[in-house]
């Protein structure tokens, strides 16, 4: 698993693509939060916090993120490596998790330069230093979950296609389903809204963004992501026999 996550790393940083994502989630958000003026505008709210950030990043990840991990199999198929890639001596699910952990380790890189938004925040509060760090905390940590959650949907929908594109809208639609689309469906059922909104990512990442790390939110992310790596592995035992 170690050499397909060093391989992937290698990729992304060996061409433009790492460097281009990093620095087009950092302008994006850069413009969002501090230039266009708006409800995501930080200065403009009046208020010393991150939220803004956190509730602009799962938006942009839902187009980020699948731009990633549509090549992660599509390009193997595409190129004819993928049948090479499987007589590797190593398992399915260490290949699936050396393309998982890859792409997820540079969406990790990606926030880390987010941080100083939080030393910027905390020095322009009155008084200086206050924002409420528990809901912040909070909040990344229900960001790497829901990350993690995308990523899984991105590596599932590249082993569908050779075509990368054909991955990338089936992921923005996948990750779009299930951040947004549980959350507004609920509103539709109002009996049975509490059920269906669970189903979705947004309850749960809100819930962590107040800084209270329940366990079925976590369990919530966790099953999200092994199901759809569990999908890509069975996907590929097809390809494999």
């Known amino acids: 698993m170690k050499s397909i996550l060093l391989r992937e790393i290698k990729s992304f940083f060996g061409s433009p693509i790492g460097y281009l994502v990093i620095a087009l989630f950092l302008i994006l958000n850069g413009l ?12 403009n709210s009046g208020f010393a916090d991150m939220s803004p950030f956190f509730t602009l990043a799962p938006w942009i990840f839902i187009f980020l993120i699948p731009a ?29 998790c050396g393309k998982f952990l890859g792409a997820f380790l540079l969406i990790v890189i990606a926030i880390i330069p987010t ?3 939080v030393l910027i925040i ?18 990344y940590f229900g ?7 995308y990523t899984a949907i991105g590596i599932f929908t590249s082993s569908l296609s050779d075509n990368q594109i054909v991955a990338f809208l089936i992921a923005v639609f ?4 299930f951040y947004f689309g549980f959350e507004s469906f609920s509103s539709v059922l109002p009996v049975f809204s509490n059920f269906i ?19 079925r939110d976590i369990i919530y992310f966790l099953s999200v992501t092994i199901a759809f790596l569990s999908f890509t592995v069975n996907k590929l035992k097809s390809v494999q026999w």
């Open 32 to 43: 969002f939060l501090w230039v266009f003026n708006g409800e995501y505008n930080i200065l």
């Open 174 to 177: 996948l990750c779009f389903i």
């Open 115 to 117: 941080f100083i938004y």
């Open 197 to 215: 909104a669970a189903l979705g990512m947004e309850a749960h990442f809100k819930s962590m963004s107040r800084g209270v790390l329940d366990t």
């Open 122 to 139: 905390s020095n322009l509060g009155q008084p200086e230093g206050n924002i409420d760090m528990g809901s912040t905390w909070g909040s």
């Open 143 to 149: 960001l790497l979950f829901l990350m993690a959650g």
């Open 68 to 96: 990633i991990t549509m090549r992660s199999f599509s390009d193997e198929k595409k190129q004819g490596t993928l049948e090479l890639l499987l007589t590797k001596p190593l398992s399915l699910w260490q290949i699936v």
